[in-house]
């Protein structure tokens, strides 16, 4: 005889809607162990008896090493159990608890269909052409839950009541649907509905479901535009290879320029237009199912004919592409060969449409823009876009973080010294960290105006919301206030402090102000500067950091926008210094010179005494009239226009210098045509030198680079190509001057929406790794101001920390 002995075991993770009860259920009943599985509120809970202690080794070996696919255990805890317990005789998986003391650590994030339910759906039986087919593994999560524990109830799968085969995969232990809670088949199914283009929906009675999907295939091939509801929202479809539909869709859309993903029927349709890496085809293949942008080349046989390619994506060389991932295009794609248009279903400035009602109004009836719609009966509670991802610099980084990926969970620590992610079996201490956050302060990020999150960041780790949008319209604003509404009643908790933008006008501050918490205003910059530090862990050290990015309100009140930081670390919080920018000039035309961008470039000629040179006066010319160019001098001389350092407006300058374009008709336009043009450089010639640039009393001078690109007599190619390759040497100046300045080692980290640029990116990489300076750019959030969140709610918990310890 031997005794039992009873362990609690706690995870910690992505450990809720990925299948890990039914996984821990078969293992268990495999080991013929005792006890049962719980989901709580932000973890898994495991009650077990054993008879010795290694099996309680192999069983935790066994989900640490090999757990199911889409999990992410981050902590464990293991804890003896000495009271006795009431167990059967099975294990058992008991009732989701919902513990209102917790606080939700993430969220299960929608994935791509699997490979065993697309077999489904191609075999006879009842998932035959079911476009809902999903299991344990895969299928909607995020999108379909409206509150935690995620459990079918706690879903918009509640409203359909599982048929008896459903139900018996659903308790079948050894059934991959175990207790997989969005299941349903053709018998308990989800309904697809077709509309026309006046909103009236065809009868189910008179076509099938398989039926709808070959209308709306037939539609596509016609050269019509149809919009689809996937997982997070609505897309707007027509056929890649129709110039004359892509044409309609971007006058409908009133989207002249801005380039459109495109998705494909597989990735050997893929390879036809592009040389994908291992890296950018393991993206496209994951269970993630981002749209990866990739370079593109023009070759005989491609899928895509070269004259809608550059419908597709103007003056690019570029191609945003995705591979389906859902039940729907994969049926779409049976009756499909060519590519297709693949965007989010929205009007102008506003966000991802989820509801049908308001789909009909908006692009049927009120702007002609859908010719037909299908759509589903279960509700989408959080919409969400598609996510971009890019490789860069050596690593696939995140351009939108949105479906697939969010709401993003990070663990926070104010120290990276210590290990958080792997911890021995047994050992309950290893994950404490006496630098975590010591009491349960809840911290909230309100995010910027522009690419919207919102981060909660509670005890030591933070979820960041998916990309929301642009704050400018009604739309826009009202799906942040659901965001925001939805991951409070999660806390369930008040937040303490709350931190938002310097910026008294955006619409997040004006939220932030609202709240009944504490409330602290930090600079737009070095909250960037913050999300980088506390995604890399790294609070502890002394770093510097390059902020580069187009707009935001810097503590001088002017516009900032090319900053270079010295961060210097102590025991609680740490405080950051400017010590270098741009140089700033006038922002001419305030915010309309954004579009508007031959102003930005007037500005910068007066500034540098380049105004009246003959090379100068024939571009100003070819865009303003004299009496225009009259009126902005005695604007300039005025000075009644803000001044910015702004990285991000001197693209906007160079490309109107170098005639790629004078109107901009969408964000970081003039950076993509610069890249594409550096691109077309580099494909046969070596690297150029870097134009001439100084530092001058605390500011990168770049008269010798504006005075090059107007008098050169080089290729514009050549001058794209010269202008990145000075912005990396520029970086890399930066970074020698402040190792300098501080007298010992830094970390280099980089942030903000500049370095969406991969060129930029690439030459960073070879220049800091030649000369032997460690550097740091986003891997798990973007770069551009959908991190801005996370740094402000770092900051906040660093706040916290520098108030306790004055109160002691």
């Known amino acids: 005889m031997y005794m039992k002995n009873t362990y609690a075991i706690e995870l910690f993770g992505i450990i809720q809607g990925v299948g890990f009860r039914p996984f821990v259920y078969r293992l268990a009943h495999t080991m013929g162990l005792k006890g049962y599985v719980q989901n709580q509120y932000d973890r898994l809970f495991i009650l077990l008896e054993v008879g010795t202690k290694e099996q309680l080794d192999v069983f935790v070996a066994h989900i640490l090493s090999s757990p199911p696919p889409n999990a992410r255990i981050v902590k464990h805890i293991i804890t003896p159990i000495s009271q006795k317990q009431s167990l059967s005789d099975v294990f058992e998986i008991r009732e989701s608890h919902a513990n209102k003391t917790f606080v939700p650590i993430l969220l299960p994030q929608d994935m791509r269909i699997c490979e065993s339910c697309l077999a489904d759906i191609r075999t006879q039986g009842r998932f035959y052409r079911y476009a809902f087919t999903t299991c344990a593994d895969c299928g909607a999560r995020y999108s379909i839950i409206n509150a935690l524990p995620y459990d079918r109830i706690h879903t918009t799968m509640r409203d359909f009541a599982l048929c008896a085969k459903c139900e018996a995969d659903y308790r079948n232990s050894l059934n991959r649907r175990f207790h997989a809670q969005p299941i349903s088949c053709n018998t308990c199914a989800i309904q697809l509905m077709l509309f026309d283009s006046q909103g009236t929906q065809i009868s189910a009675d008179s076509i099938n479901d398989y039926e709808m999907i070959r209308a709306v295939a037939s539609a596509i091939k016609a050269g019509k535009i149809v919009a689809i509801k996937g997982v997070g929202g ?28 495109v998705m494909f029927k597989s990735i050997s349709d893929i390879e036809s237009l592009s040389d994908i890496s291992a890296q950018e085809r393991e993206s496209l293949l994951s269970p993630q199912a981002p749209i990866v942008l990739l370079e593109r080349h023009c070759r005989a046989g491609g899928v895509i004919d070269e004259r809608a390619l550059d419908i597709i994506a103007p003056h690019l060389k570029t191609l945003g592409a995705i591979l389906p991932y859902n039940g729907i295009m994969h049926l779409l794609f049976d009756e499909l060969e060519s590519p297709i248009i693949f965007t989010s279903a ?134 942040y206030e659901s965001v925001s509404a939805f991951f409070n009643t999660l806390y369930k908790q008040t937040p303490q402090i709350v931190v938002c933008d310097l910026h008294p006008r955006y619409v997040s501050t004006q939220k932030a102000r609202s ?159 610069i890249e594409s043009c550096a691109l077309e450089y580099v494909r046969d010639k070596t690297m150029p030198k870097p134009y001439a640039f100084s530092l001058e009393n605390g500011c990168v001078c770049l008269k010798g680079i504006i005075e090059s690109i107007l008098t050169d007599k080089e290729a514009r190619e050549k001058k794209a190509c010269r202008f990145l390759e000075t912005l990396a040497h520029i970086a890399l100046t930066l970074a020698k001057e402040g190792i300098e300045e501080a007298q010992a080692p830094l970390q280099v980290y980089f942030s903000g929406g500049v370095f969406q640029n991969k060129f930029l990116c690439d030459r960073i990489h070879t220049l800091f790794n030649a000369h032997k300076i460690p550097f740091f750019m986003h891997t798990q959030l973007p770069c551009n101001d959908s991190n801005i969140s996370f740094g402000q709610a770092v900051f906040g918990t660093l706040e916290s920390k520098r108030s306790k310890n004055a109160g002691k």
């Not at 609505?234 to 380039?259: G, W």
């Not at 696939?396 to 079996?425: F, K, N, V, W």
């Not at 960290?433 to 995010?447: A, F, K, R």
């Open 234 to 261: 609505f897309n707007l479809i027509a056929d890649a290879n129709n110039k004359e539909a892509i044409a309609t869709l971007r006058k409908r859309k009133n989207r002249p320029h801005k380039p459109f993903a």
């Open 346 to 479: 929205n009007l102008s400035g506003e966000p991802i449409i989820a509801k049908t009602r308001e789909l009909i109004e908006k692009l049927c009836k009120r702007n002609a823009i859908a010719d037909l719609v299908l759509s589903y009966n279960r509700v989408i509670h959080n919409p969400s876009d598609d996510s971009i991802v890019r490789l860069m610099a050596g690593e696939m980084r995140i351009l939108r973080l949105a479906r697939g990926y969010a709401p993003l969970d990070l663990l926070y620590t104010h120290s990276g010294a210590q290990d958080l992610e792997s911890h021995e079996a047994g050992d309950s201490t290893k994950y404490m960290d006496s630098n975590i956050t010591e009491s349960h302060t809840l911290v909230v990020g309100v995010g910027a105006q522009q690419k919207s999150s919102i981060c909660f960041l509670n005890r030591h780790r933070a979820n960041i919301s998916p990309y929301i949008g642009d704050l400018e319209s009604v739309d826009s604003i009202m799906r």
């Open 515 to 673: 709240l009944k918490a504490s409330c602290y205003a930090l600079a737009h910059h070095k909250a960037h500067f913050y999300a980088i530090l506390g995604e890399a862990r790294a609070l502890d050290k002394n770093a510097l950091g390059i902020i580069w990015d187009g707009t935001g309100l810097g503590e001088d009140r002017r516009i900032w926008g090319g900053e270079c930081f010295l961060y210097e670390a102590d025991s609680y919080a740490g405080s950051m210094r400017r010590l270098w920018h741009f140089d700033e000039y006038a922002l001419l035309g305030g915010e309309g010179a954004i579009k508007d961008i031959g102003k930005i470039a007037l500005s910068l000629l007066i500034h540098y005494d380049l105004f009246t040179s003959p090379q100068a006066q024939d571009i100003l010319h070819r865009h303003f009239s004299s009496e225009e160019l009259g009126l902005l001098q005695g604007a300039y001389r005025s000075r009644t226009y803000p001044l910015t350092s702004s990285v991000g407006r001197i693209f906007d300058a160079v490309g109107f210098l170098l005639g790629l374009l004078q109107i901009q008709t969408y964000e970081g336009q003039s950076g993509a045509l």
